[in-house]
């Protein structure tokens, strides 16, 4: 006879044999107590258990009430998307234990409850075997569950109010104290006289997580194997049942053969060939159904034998990771503020959010996310034929005038898990990376608005790197410039060293501003994960240090987060959206995974490092409104919950006037001169991008993130902005494979960048005129401030030929609300840094600059106005930035369009930012080091690299 027909058979004589007898409950509730150290009487058990037992509710009693229905989740324009998860779903609609595998049932009893089908809903071997572990131990939860199906189906649907996203799966745990335990058992004990053992061990398969998504045995057979529970095979069927032990180390996906390069191997369908883990722990599970009598060894042998294909992922969700990263924890603060009722019968907002059935309207734009995801495969395989070796991208784009998120394109596939370079469950713009030379701009932006700086002014082009020991190796660090020859301009402006993406500029701007002032303005511009002593990742806070490589992106940020920076930027300083709703996080009380001590420390780590990632706290300091992600929230009965619109702010957070100085540089492409000319069109490698053959009017910046060495590339990046679109683009591999650009490998991750960048901003923009936003996308002379003026200024710069000294005059933009004395401050000569003063001396004696120590050249000592007062012109000159004698880099004179549908203008009057940098009244603090400055822990002070193009043949591994 089969041994699946013949245990069917048995199971209604081992119910019968086995009631639930009158002792169990002191002599289990006793055992228990031990492990506390308590010894009480079996009146006081008694009564401990009617007090437990109290608050059971029937099982379909507390399933109705938690399963409201599938919050369900759509795009702007009334796609469905998808639902936010609720593990009682399968639960409210079971599949009958007759459509499921009498394999399965097998290895699941064998494996998780051998005594299931006698117990009276406890295991006493494993409750003493949990007992013995426990007391040895050292207390409750540190030893093995013991528990039964019984217990552990008890444990799920009523006791785990510990819940967190998993892979885009809610998965909810139990505290492991002594309180629940008891209730536990008691609920076990009521459960078992609720329903008989066929219901529950019905109720069981359908409630399990197998890793994934998959919630409940028919979705993990459907999910892994493209069948239906009933079709499961033995071999299939003992995979499935060892998961629920372990589901990240068992995942199926996850172990597979792989190729040399570290790929799981997949045939002409798609499918994986299971190994690793998952193989081990099938030999596992099959091994108990031996040794418990189920099966024989040979139909063991045979069933492991058994190759197991795995077919990739699928989902019913459009868009996992924006329902995952973004919406979902949107909806939880909402709820958490009062703005969404918490429902009755929830333990938190988490799970009413979750069973609550809303129908939620969101900000995304499906259609053009599908575009942006085309278009990064497209990219991608041009860059990959040209050997780049990136296999990933991700986009964001945000519309600056209204804050809210349109584009989510957070990788090339989301159900791409075979090739780890891809690993589509990653949320790659919510991904921990460094952003490279794309960090700039925060830096200039506060060494002009915190020292009242202008484009033309003026930084010593030599390195500032100091150490106080400069023999160590970690020290034997050199900042070089990517520009062709290595070669310096003895005297840079800002606006070259931006345009030109120039390391030494950026170090030098980040010592004089200091370090926390730095990143007090990247706060200030919307970066949430930046600060010395923090680890957004959790594993080790102590290892953060930011030097100065901070000022060329050894930085910790998410893509995201720069993508609502341009976005900043794009409004001169004013960000728009709606309050994070978040809590503040105390810096003193955050605990590592590298310092945590025992569990305790690592829960609380691991607790802290989720509301974090999901945005439920936020470092002080940092900015308090968000992008918007919510439109609109309807209740399962129709009403309307919540519509956005008078929640939206917009708020000053960096001065309007020094904006505009960093956004003449970065919108300007004869800014770029040493590293790239102004572009042409969208196929070539240059920056600018264009629509319908006209340039459209935007800021942009690359930036890469370096590997291990000055030579190595991590990822790619290019950021930017619009009047209609503040965008960041990310290309990498997703395990941190390296991707080769740089000189050698004709720059190709980062040429794949560029023209991904410019092409997606084309396509963007194209949809939007088709749209009637526009006829001609609005340039940005409507935002430019009232105090800010195109005229001639002192500037001592000695690049592209201008013969320096302190009365040379330079056309460009200054500000009319400081008093700017100019690169002499009204000394008559150039003053020396304060870092590394005697390379600058050594430079000044070589290029004649007059500083003090050295008079310089005759020609060029002059005096310089002690002030300058411009007068504002409506915008520069045809022949812009005329240095005396020679010509410097004209700038542009964009056309002045009226749009159809312009953005709303500024207003005139905006509130002070309350947190953060910068108003000139309230600068950042001077933060200047005080002793030698260290590079940053998390990245070498080299710099990665950045955009090539024909004349970007600076030397491999340089940030541009």
Known sequence: MHPVVKNQLLRAQMEEEWKRPWWVVPFLLALVFLTAGVAAASGGLFFMYQSLAAGYVPISEKLNSDYTGLTEVYDRNG?????????????????????????????????????????PGVNPAGLLRAVRENYAGGGIGSGSGGSSITQQLVKNVYLTNDCEEV???????????????????????????????????????????????????????????????????LAEASVLAGIPAAPTDYHPRLNCERDESGVCVTDDQGRTLLAGASKERQRHVLDLLVEHGRITAEQADAAFAEPIYVYPATSSLKAAAWIDSQVEPRLVRMCEAGILPK?????????????????VTTTIDWAETQKAIAMMNENLAAGLKAGCDCHNAAIATIDPSTGQIIVYAPNIDPTWTSDPRVAGQIDQLTEINQPGSAMKPAVYLGYMDKLKKVPLSSLWDTSPMIYSDPNAVQNKVTILNPRPGNGGEGLITVRSALGGSQNVGAFRAAQEIGIPSVIAYAKALGITTLESGFDPTWYDHGAIFYGPSVAVGGANVRAIDMAYMDATIANMGYMVGVPTLAHELDPKDIVSFADAKDDGDRAKAREQFLDFSRGHTRLPGTRTLDPVVVLQVQSLQGGTLYTHGEDL????????????????IMSDCTARWIIWPCGGSNDDNLLDAFLDGTKIPMGVKTGTQQGPTANDTLA??????????????????????????????????????????????????????????????????????????????????????????????????????ISYKGDCEGRGYVPLPPFQAD????????RGIPTNGFAGGAPQVSASPTAVAPTAVARPPAAAIAATPTAAPAQPTPARPQPTAAPPTPTAAAPTPTTAPPTPTKPPPTAAPTQPATPSASSSTAGGGGGGGPNGNGPPGQNR
């Open 79 to 119: 796609v469905l998307l998808g639902t936010i998860s609720n593990p009682h779903a399968p639960l409210a609609n079971p599949v009958p234990l007759e459509q499921i595998s009498p394999w399965m049932q097998e290895a699941t009893v064998s494996t998780e409850d051998n005594t299931f089908w006698k117990n």
């Open 167 to 233: 892979n885009g799966t809610r998965v909810c745990v139990a505290p492991r104290t002594l309180e629940r335990k008891l209730k536990e058992i008691a609920y076990s004990f009521e459960l078992e006289q609720e329903a008989d053992k066929t219901q529950i061990l019905n109720w069981y398969l359908n409630s399990i997580s197998y890793a994934d998504r998959y919630v409940g045995v028919q979705a993990a057979a459907e999910g892994y194997f493209r069948k239906p529970a009933a079709d499961l095979t």
């Open 343 to 359: 429902l009755p019968n929830t333990e938190n907002c988490e799970e009413s959010v979750h069973s609550a059935g809303y129908k």
């Open 649 to 664: 702010q917009r708020k000053a957070v960096v001065d309007p006037e020094s904006v505009w100085l960093l956004h003449s």
């Open 716 to 817: 790619t990046w290019m950021t930017g902005y619009t009047r209609y679109a503040g965008t960041a683009v990310w290309v990498g591999n997703s395990n941190k494979q390296l991707v080769r650009d740089g000189a050698g490998a004709g720059y190709a991750s980062a040429n794949t960048t560029i023209r991904l960048f410019k092409r997606w901003m084309a396509q963007y923009h194209a949809d939007l005129k088709a749209n009637g936003v526009f006829e001609t996308p609005a340039n940005f002379d409507d935002l430019r401030p009232q105090d800010v003026a195109w005229t001639k200024y002192p500037t001592a710069t000695t690049e592209r030929g201008a013969r320096g000294g302190c009365g040379q005059l330079i056309e460009g933009w200054v500000r009319t609300d």
């Open 839 to 846: 390379q600058a001396l050594a430079l000044a004696r070589s």
